[in-house]
């Protein structure tokens, strides 16, 4: 999560006369400890998961049949599953799963969101109403629903997955876009690109959303925990991240199975997971309040 | 106001149409279904239930046939993995099940979620304020599949107050509703402390407070009704995340509703309950989207003219 900042004050050299704003921002982010803390939890546990392959490979596969399931002690810090497995390896390993799919999911749902919602505001007129009005029906519509129909029509790939979850959670951010986009149209820079005659293709591609990308990272920051929590969903209904992945949503599924006999199978994945969702929540409204960035939201 | 209802209405059928149609040949790309059993079917029998369903028709006139029962009776066909059932016999016994569940739950978030964030407008930044607030943010943060299995962990298998599962006595009821409920109580009671403080900090309710009205008073004529805007306008998303959250509490509690003949489906590959669930689930939607919008409407007269 780390990985944002550096953005936003590399995007402090590039515009000019925002400079002093992303640098405010930058400032007031500092002075928002939930936010901080978040963001510093969720860059250790992203490092702890990212670095348990390349540390121990395969720890999450060792299974020691003997041992069986048995409550945290000092040889396994958080227990061990039914097979004997490590849990702290799998929950690791999870997490790096989890944290992927999260961070391929939203950007999928950034690219549809950012290209519908610029093409909708610049275009404006019947098509702009037409594109909207789409987002509103989908809106009404139990979307998920159909995502599921999707996944179980062509198969659960690991690939139609990110697609399938990114598919679901564009339409905030084309909201977003798109109001950006109509406030921006209206200025000299884009007047004077129309003015030399470019395409449109390239006034949107070149022009209009590397303006946005500041709001598109952090809103993004949003998606992802919503990404990863429907992804978690998918998986617990058997839907999702099949075996042998396992993320922290297929954890807690088993965790749940057992969890009379072995309680922490399900206590700490589901830990893992909530601490991590509740983390990305704080960064992502801090960097919203820190910018205080008033999209539309409705 | 009633031109409106009927405009939605109106507005609401191609809507409909295109979901049908979008489902249907979507289930018709599925490959295998409940008939694909480990030994092969005598190719005769393979042959005549094909033909009881319908599937050796060419696909435009499964479509046609298909959407002309389902309009002119509401027919959603036979099932295919409960043979000599029809989607209706089945959903007719599930889903006031998970209508109920779903209702409970919805009342169970708007209760405890318009109390707790009321409370905490009125205590703005005392603990009365905060402890509901970081409740909330937790409620919002935690996912419904690990509350479920937690509160059976604690209240079910510790405590011994209600049952792990099942869907027998009123109080199964509690869990699975409030497993339902968490998130919505958490996000309506930040919706609610937010809107209420807005209008608290209005004009016209320090106007009241001079004249010496009570503080019961203000809340109950002053400002409850604009406070409770956002909460309103909340109710549409709601009630299509609470059909989706459904799902996984009626698979946690093993509840027999709709959702459970959903995701069955969804792993036995029987198309015809998928695509009828997913009719049904649309025009639940649908229908309790409109509810929410006329509510909104009669709590706010401005929109009229709108």
């Given at each position: 999560?780390?990985?944002?900042?550096?953005?936003?004050?590399?995007?402090?050299?590039?515009?000019?006369?925002?400079?002093?704003?992303?640098?405010?921002?930058?400032?007031?982010?500092?002075?928002?400890?939930?936010?901080?803390?978040?963001?510093?939890?969720?860059?250790?546990l992203a490092i702890a998961c990212f670095l348990t392959p390349v540390i121990a490979p395969g720890s999450y596969?060792?299974?020691?049949?003997?041992?069986?399931?048995?409550?945290?002690?000092?040889?396994?810090?958080?227990?061990?599953?039914?097979?004997?497995?490590?849990?702290?390896?799998?929950?690791?390993?999870?997490?790096?799963?989890?944290?992927?799919?999260?961070?391929?999911?939203?950007?999928?749902?950034?690219?549809?969101?950012?290209?519908?919602?610029?093409?909708?505001?610049?275009?404006?007129?019947?098509?702009?109403?037409?594109?909207?009005?789409?987002?509103?029906?989908?809106?009404?519509?139990?979307?998920?629903?159909?995502?599921?129909?999707?996944?179980?029509?062509?198969?659960?790939?690991?690939?139609?997955?990110?697609?399938?979850?990114?598919?679901?959670?564009?339409?905030?951010?084309?909201?977003?876009?798109?109001?950006?986009?109509?406030?921006?149209?209206?200025?000299?820079?884009?007047?004077?690109?129309?003015?030399?005659?470019?395409?449109?293709?390239?006034?949107?591609?070149?022009?209009?959303?590397?303006?946005?990308?500041?709001?598109?990272?952090i809103y993004a920051t949003l998606i992802v925990p919503s990404v990863m929590l429907l992804e978690a969903f998918l998986s617990f209904l058997g839907l999702g991240v099949q075996a042998p992945m396992s993320s922290w949503g297929t954890l807690i599924l088993?965790?749940?199975?057992?969890?009379?006999?072995?309680?922490?199978?399900?206590?700490?994945?589901?830990?893992?997971?909530?601490?991590?969702?509740?983390?990305?929540?704080?960064?992502?409204?801090?960097?919203?309040?820190?910018?205080?960035?008033?999209?539309?939201?409705? | 106001m009633l031109r409106f209802i009927l405009k939605r209405f109106l507005e609401a059928i191609p809507v409909l149409f295109?979901?049908?149609?979008?489902?249907?040949?979507?289930?018709?790309?599925?490959?295998?279904?409940?008939?694909?059993?480990?030994?092969?079917?005598?190719?005769?029998?393979k042959k005549a239930i094909y033909a009881y369903y319908g599937l050796d028709k060419p696909v435009w006139r499964q479509y046609l046939n298909y959407m002309e029962r389902l309009v002119l009776h509401g027919d959603l066909g036979m099932d295919q993995k409960y043979f000599g059932w029809s989607v209706n016999e089945l959903l007719a016994s599930s889903l006031p099940v998970s209508l109920e569940l779903g209702l409970e739950g919805l009342f169970f978030a708007l209760i405890f979620g318009t109390i707790a964030g009321v409370v905490a407008s009125l205590r703005k930044n005392t603990f009365g304020d905060y402890i509901p607030m970081s409740i909330a943010t937790f409620g919002i943060c935690i996912p419904s599949f690990v509350t479920g299995p937690l509160l059976i962990l604690v209240f079910a298998l510790g405590l011994g107050w209600f049952n792990a599962s099942g869907w027998f006595f009123p109080r199964d009821r509690v869990l699975p509703a409030m497993t339902l409920g968490l998130y919505y109580m958490a996000y309506i009671s930040r919706l609610a402390r937010g809107g209420m403080l807005e209008i608290l900090n209005q004009d016209f309710i320090r106007t009241a407070r001079a004249k010496g009205a009570s503080e019961w008073r203000i809340v109950r004529k002053?400002?409850?009704?604009?406070?409770?805007?956002?909460?309103?306008?909340?109710?549409?998303?709601?009630?299509?995340?609470?059909?989706?959250?459904?799902?996984?509490?009626?698979?946690?509690?093993?509840?027999?509703?709709?959702?459970?003949?959903?995701?069955?489906?969804?792993?036995?590959?029987?198309?015809?309950?998928l695509m009828g669930t997913t009719l049904v689930y649309a025009v639940l939607v649908i229908v309790m989207n409109l509810a929410a919008d006329v509510m909104a409407v009669w709590m706010n007269p401005r929109l009229r003219f709108e």
């Open positions: 999560m780390t990985a944002e900042f550096p953005n936003v004050t590399q995007h402090a050299g590039e515009i000019e006369p925002g400079h002093s704003l992303w640098q405010d921002a930058w400032h007031r982010l500092r002075q928002n400890k939930l936010a901080v803390i978040g963001a510093v939890f969720v860059a250790l596969a060792k299974t020691n049949l003997a041992l069986g399931a048995k409550a945290p002690s000092r040889a396994h810090l958080l227990g061990t599953d039914v097979l004997g497995r490590d849990l702290l390896a799998r929950v690791l390993y999870g997490g790096c799963i989890s944290l992927s799919v999260g961070l391929a999911g939203t950007f999928v749902s950034v690219v549809i969101g950012v290209l519908y919602g610029a093409i909708s505001g610049y275009f404006g007129g019947r098509l702009d109403v037409i594109l909207m009005r789409i987002v509103d029906i989908i809106y009404s519509l139990p979307f998920v629903v159909f995502v599921i129909l999707v996944l179980v029509v062509f198969g659960q790939h690991i690939i139609l997955l990110f697609m399938a979850l990114g598919a679901v959670s564009w339409l905030d951010m084309a909201r977003i876009i798109r109001a950006q986009v109509m406030a921006l149209k209206k200025q000299e820079f884009i007047e004077a690109a129309v003015a030399l005659g470019l395409r449109k293709r390239r006034i949107i591609l070149r022009h209009l959303i590397p303006n946005v990308l500041g709001i598109v990272t088993d965790g749940s199975k057992n969890m009379e006999e072995y309680p922490w199978l399900l206590i700490f994945p589901g830990l893992c997971f909530s601490l991590t969702l509740f983390s990305l929540n704080f960064v992502g409204d801090g960097l919203r309040d820190a910018l205080d960035v008033r999209a539309s939201k409705d | 295109i979901v049908a149609t979008l489902t249907f040949f979507l289930l018709h790309q599925m490959k295998g279904g409940p008939f694909d059993t480990e030994r092969p079917m005598p190719p005769e029998v002053h400002s409850l009704r604009g406070g409770l805007l956002p909460v309103v306008t909340f109710l549409g998303p709601a009630v299509s995340g609470i059909v989706t959250g459904s799902l996984v509490v009626e698979t946690i509690f093993q509840i027999p509703g709709a959702a459970r003949f959903f995701v069955n489906a969804a792993s036995n590959r029987d198309g015809p309950m």
